[in-house]
């Protein structure tokens, strides 16, 4: 007989699997010891694809408050529409399966050149060899969480292991924080109860809380399907999107001390004028530096998408591959 499976379950589990995974993660030193092959890069590529990308977009800020020129490219364009590279280029490819059509493509046609590339990603990940980094096991659920705060960790590793930023001794309260964030799960079910979601939620951070943002607002629309989530900088939102905003629609913005929290407070007090339902989400105290905030801010926005699709219905281990007609929309394409 086969196994019930409770909705959402996988998700649930492995996103309080989190603390234990990234303590296993920073007693390892394999990041470290594979940053050699980037240790005297200039200038470093950060490329991805949805979660991933979100990652790259984390870790490109690690790397630039190392004192390296980093820069995070989607893995669609980074393969069709590559930059003129130089010598001393870098790259890091964050992948959870090493499987991705176009993140294999950045890799092959970056690694002709040049052997100056790592590869984060999963355990059992179809890219092994030299310059490959693992993070965790292959999630079960579609929802990733441990394996993108799993593939951060790694970038901060990385970082600090090419150029010894200001924050590093702040990585090891890493475990802590994301525990209390994980804990914090019963809270946020009970602060969507009476929240709308439906049709659409916002999600705003600025400077390293953007990827936050994005982060955020995929998990929503991955969880529950029903819900066409946004993800804004925290600029651009006030550039055109702040008028298509409804009172009553639910925004939620990351905050955390740093360049960006100034203009994040006056979205907030023009979302009040709107009468938006707005939410602030800060897990990470104020004293983590503001890019390694991401790892532990983004917890809470895992918890948010979990509990949305318990409230909705939704089986967010499901992907819609049960639903005829969005299996056959995938059948159309490989990824």
């Not at 993140?103 to 490959?132: C, N, P, Y």
């Not at 994005?214 to 702040?242: C, M, N, W």
Request: glycine fraction near 10%.
């Amino acid at each position: 007989m086969a196994e019930q499976h409770e909705p959402g379950g996988y998700l649930r589990a492995t996103l309080g699997s989190q603390p234990a995974e990234l303590a296993r993660l920073l007693s390892d030193d394999s990041a470290e010891r594979a940053a050699s092959r980037l240790r005297d890069c200039p200038r470093i590529f950060l490329v991805g694809t949805g979660t991933s990308f979100h990652g790259a977009l984390a870790g490109q800020f690690m790397l630039r408050s190392a004192g390296v020129e980093a820069w995070a490219v989607r893995a669609f364009e980074f393969a069709n529409y590559p930059p003129a590279f130089r010598d001393d280029d870098g790259l890091i490819l964050l992948s959870h399966r090493g499987s991705k059509r176009f993140s294999r493509d950045s890799l092959e046609g970056f690694a002709q050149g040049s052997r100056r590339w790592l590869v984060i990603t999963g355990e059992g990940s179809a890219i092994e060899g030299d310059g490959v980094v693992h993070t965790v096991a292959q999630e079960k659920s579609p929802v990733h969480t441990a394996s993108h705060t799993g593939a951060m960790v790694r970038l901060a590793q990385v970082a600090t292991a090419i150029g010894h930023p200001r924050w590093q001794h702040g990585l090891a309260q890493i475990p802590g924080l994301v525990q209390a964030a994980v804990d914090s799960g019963d809270a946020i079910a009970a602060s969507i109860r009476e929240v709308e979601l439906v049709p659409v939620a916002h999600f705003v951070g600025g400077g390293p809380a953007r990827a936050t943002a994005y982060e955020g607002a995929l998990k929503l629309r991955e969880a529950t399907h029903l819900v066409s989530a946004e993800g804004h900088d925290v600029e651009g939102i006030l550039h055109g999107p702040l008028v298509s905003i409804q009172p009553g629609q639910t925004v939620v913005l990351i905050t955390q001390p740093g360049p960006a929290l100034e203009r994040t407070r006056e979205v907030a007090a023009a979302l009040g004028e709107i009468g938006a339902h707005v939410m602030t989400v800060q897990a990470a105290p104020d004293d983590l530096d503001e890019v390694l905030a991401p790892i532990v801010n983004v917890v809470p926005l895992q918890w948010l998408a979990y509990h949305a699709s318990r409230k909705l219905g939704v089986d967010a281990d499901s992907f819609r591959r049960d639903e005829p007609a969005y299996a056959a929309a995938q059948s159309k394409f490989t990824l």
